[in-house]
């Protein structure tokens, strides 16, 4: 069953869910690449960012219209939930509901942001890696494929959370 969620001895284990937006990550993951989805799993509790929603939380390991691909552990954190959740609220003012942008402002920039503030840690490069690409030939794409998010509540497609 793996984890399950919650603090060990040691503080709180802080997962990031990673999750396929398409079939071709199949082929892509292996090389680096891939369309990805990710969350923060803290205490049981999974924290992601979409357009429309902004930061909410859910179903750890559960995100509409993506496959769960792995959970990677990244540390653990040392305080409280209370102050896990602080964290959380601080960063809702730079991730709002309509602050999501594909390349810019996904749901992998806020999972390194979150895993940043928790643990000083960022979360793994190849995750985000096609929008940091994508940055670079934004101009070519058109807006309306930038600003909606496959992932998150209402969510029904796929896409790059």
Not at 122 to 129: D, G, K, T, Y
């Amino acid at each position: 069953n793996g984890y399950q969620g919650g603090r060990t001895r040691m503080g709180t284990k802080v997962m990031l869910n990673l999750y396929d937006l398409t079939p071709a990550n199949e082929y892509l993951y292996p090389i680096g690449f891939g369309l990805h989805h990710s969350g923060v799993e803290i205490g049981g509790t999974e924290y992601s960012f979409a357009s429309g929603a902004g930061v909410f939380d859910s179903t750890p390991r559960e995100a509409p219209g993506a496959r769960f691909r792995e959970s990677v552990e990244l540390g653990t954190y040392e305080g409280g939930s209370g102050d896990a959740r602080v964290v959380i609220d601080d960063l809702r003012s730079s991730f709002g509901p309509s602050d999501y942008n594909l390349l810019k402002r996904n749901c992998n920039h806020f999972a390194d942001a979150l895993c940043w503030a928790l643990l000083g840690r960022r979360i793994p490069a190849h995750i985000n890696r096609l929008a940091d690409i994508g940055v670079c030939l934004s101009c070519l794409l058109p807006r309306s494929v930038l600003e909606d998010s496959p992932v998150g509540p209402g969510a029904e497609r796929g896409g790059n959370g």
